[in-house]
């Protein structure tokens, strides 16, 4: 029995907790969600970014492969060698210093001394042979070496040199570097010169080759590759560059190093969610054409439905209004992606009547106040067809500008955190040696983008970077 009225007594308690919640559920106005649509985005399209980096070239292999392919010595002091007139002979020995290089924009001057003694024999017809020297037994003449080579990077990267002899001439007008022997004061200085020219120019082709035979490529290949990995700017949030063509600028040359001005194009974007996953492309031809001007990075902040619905609310929660009398109070306020780039709005309110209406819209961005605003927004097909029939005077354009007015919410410092975390991704070591740094100039807004999951505010950020390799040799 006891039993029995229990249950009784319960079973009274959850109908009337039922019917208490079923009164409370009741609105005058109900209007259906919106339908949802499928999501559509479109990224903007953004400047061609140009990534600074400068190729530094020691010329030191070269002046190596010169000193390897010239020979430093020439000719024999011991070996005579018949002049025009018969009776005369000449013997001369040159060695030669090691060279020096010097660079002129893409010109390479590479100059070297010659030091040489030479030695005369006249044979009369009347008496003993006649010798003289110069250089043996005092101070060695002179001469001066300079060849030039116009150097350039091939398309396949590699360096290519155009050498010619400039000049082979004594070292200077002084006396000290004159070599005359015999009492016919037969001038050896001619002589050397002209066979240290044969040497050279014999040799021309070889340090053509050897210039040549320096490749560019690993090296920058592996730049190219460094700026292909995705680069974490903080949890679930990566900066991937894109490179896509490397362009050459002015190439100057500083000292004995060659240094030319690279532009790696590339298309920069910032996304989020796990590490992306890249292929590795082929470093492509170097074109000889001018460098850009900086990144132009696409970068968005994301603004989570929840968050923009406690933003909005502070707008628009308690705000009134009025018209024939009747008089209404926004309650509760939801902001939700229904896909096709709008929102929907739900607004429950209390008053005259009770109810909840949507109203639909594309969202927009006020740069002037960092703002999220609805231009657009109006009336759900289905909220519009019941007001039609109940409460038409809601429905006016009044209460609908009044609601558009107050549908805004600030964005915060969404850009301000994503430009930081985008200048601390831009200084970074991307390996041992390479060094990326940049400074973000700016960041405004392009486009706001509404999903599903989430508002997506799109800005380019404007960026100076470079990588700063140490010297390799």
Known sequence: MFRVFRSSVQALAALALFVAAGCEARLDVDAPPPSMMADTDTLPSLPTSTLDIPLTLDLSPVVASLETAVPRKFGNIAERKTVSNKRVHI???????????????????????????????????????????????????????TLAS?????????????????????YSEERRDQCRVTVFKIDVTDRVINATKDALEKQRPLIDRKISSINLRPRFENYWHLLEQPIRLTDSV?????????????????????VTA??????????????????????????????????????????????????LEKHIVGKTFERGGQKLEISQARLFGIGSEKVALELRFKGNVKGRIFLVGTPRYDPGTNELYVPDLDYDAGT???????????????????????????????????????????????????????DVDQVQGLSVH?????????????????LTVKQER
């Open 150 to 170: 116009d150097l350039s990077i091939t398309p396949d990267w590699r360096l290519r040199g155009k050498s010619r002899i400039a000049k082979v001439v004594p």
């Open 450 to 466: 509404a999903r599903r999951t989430a508002i997506r505010l799109r800005a380019q950020a404007d960026a100076n970077a470079r």
């Open 384 to 438: 519009n067809a019941l007001l039609v029939r109940g409460l038409e005077w809601v429905k006016h354009n009044d209460v609908r500008d009044f609601i558009r007015a107050n549908a805004r919410w600030s964005v915060g410092n969404v850009m301000q955190t994503a430009k930081e975390q985008l200048a601390k991704g831009l200084n970074r070591e991307l390996a041992k040696g390479v060094l990326l740094a940049a």
């Open 262 to 311: 690279l532009g790696f194009s590339a298309s920069p974007i910032v996304v989020t969610g796990k590490r992306p996953t890249v292929m590795l492309t082929s470093l492509p031809p170097l074109n000889p054409a001018a460098v850009g001007n900086g990144l132009h990075i696409l970068m968005e902040g994301v603004i989570g439905y929840d968050l923009a619905t406690d933003l």
């Open 238 to 258: 990566w900066l991937l560059i894109r490179p896509s063509a490397v362009r050459m600028g002015e190439t100057v040359g500083v000292k004995r190093t060659l």
């Open 91 to 145: 013997a001369f020995e040159a060695t030669r210093d090691p060279f020096s290089v010097a660079l002129n924009g893409r010109t390479a001057t590479i100059t070297g001394v010659v030091h040489y003694k030479g030695r005369g024999w006249y044979d009369p017809r009347i008496g003993p042979e006649i010798s003289s020297s110069c250089g043996i037994n005092d101070i060695e003449p002179r001469a001066r070496i």
